[in-house]
Every structure is written in C-alpha cells, then in structure tokens.
C-alpha cells in the first residue's frame, strides 16, 4: 500500500504527463476498491476466517502489484482497474484486525492491545513509506513496485507460517 499512497502521483505526472488530473482521479478509483473491498470482506468473514481473508488481500495486492509492474504503461482507462483492485485488496488486510484484536484481548487489556496495533502499524509505514519512494528515485516507479509486491508476499507466507490455520478463539 505505501507504493500507492507515495507514488500514485509520480506515477500521474511522470507516466500520464499530469498529476493534478489524473492523480486524483487514481485515488478516487483507489478508495472506490477500498470501499468496495470492505463490503467484500464483510461478506467473505460471514464465510471463512479473517486470516483465510487478510490472506487474500495480501497475495491479491502482491499479484496486482507485481503484474502491473511489468505491464507497458497503459491509459487512464486501463489504469482505474488497477487502482481499484489496490484498494480492494488494501481493505481485505485491513477490515479484519480489529475483530481479530477484539476476539483476542481481555476487556482489560483491549485498549492497550490495540495501542500496540497500532504503534507497530505505524512503524511498519515508517519504514514502507521512505522505501518506497527511495526506491521509485533509485530504480525506477516499476521497479519499486515489483520489489515491494514480492517483498509483501514474501512477509504474508511468513504470516501463514507464524499464525496457526485453527486459530483458537480463546
């Protein structure tokens, strides 16, 4: 997510040639997936568990990522989808955490669990946001795209490694 939140309006002006029209026409189509994608995963967590989910979104960001990295550069009319599907993918990871924080603290330690939460998904943008954009500088947008698509697949099978398949609810 941080490729796109950096890099959705160099990408406008540096491969559609203008960032005050096409940028937030991207986010537009980013927060219509994010939206869209909300709704999803309310429905799919009525039928698989949140990590079957955040899974799917994780590897569905990945997999957009990394094939639209390799993609030429097509128009405006192609790009919506992609942008669309970020922010479908975005909300698959992210709609779920608080049930799963909810589900596994105490009353009396929810606040701080999700305190902690959010400390750590902070640090975790404080480190994405200035490599992504770095690496858009360095290499190339494409470029950086890729890396962090495989980096984020890389980190969600770590994620089925580490967070049991038969998460118990207590």
């Not at 096409?22 to 009525?46: D, E, K, N, S, T």
């Not at 569905?60 to 390799?70: I, L, N, R």
């Not at 550069?73 to 922010?87: E, N, R």
Request: charged residues 10%.
């Amino acid at each position: 997510m941080a490729w796109v939140l950096v890099n959705s309006v160099v990408y406008a002006g540096a491969r559609l040639g203008d960032a005050e029209y096409f940028y937030p026409r991207l986010m537009a189509c980013y927060g219509l997936g994010a939206a869209l994608g909300a709704i999803c995963a309310a429905r799919l967590l009525r039928k698989v568990n949140e990590r079957s989910v955040m899974l799917l979104g994780a590897f569905g960001f990945a997999a957009v990522g990394a094939g639209f990295s390799v993609l030429p550069s097509p128009l405006f009319a192609g790009l919506a989808p992609v942008w669309v599907a970020f922010g479908v993918a975005s909300s698959l990871v992210l709609t779920p955490g608080g049930l799963i924080i909810t589900r596994s603290a105490t009353r009396g330690n929810r606040a701080a669990v999700f305190a902690a939460q959010f400390s750590l998904s902070h640090a975790g943008w404080l480190i994405a946001y200035p490599l992504a954009g770095w690496l858009a500088a360095q290499l190339s947008l494409e470029w950086a795209l890729l890396i962090l698509s495989l980096t984020c697949a890389v980190v969600a099978a770590a994620a089925m490694v580490v967070w049991p398949t038969h998460d118990p609810l207590e």
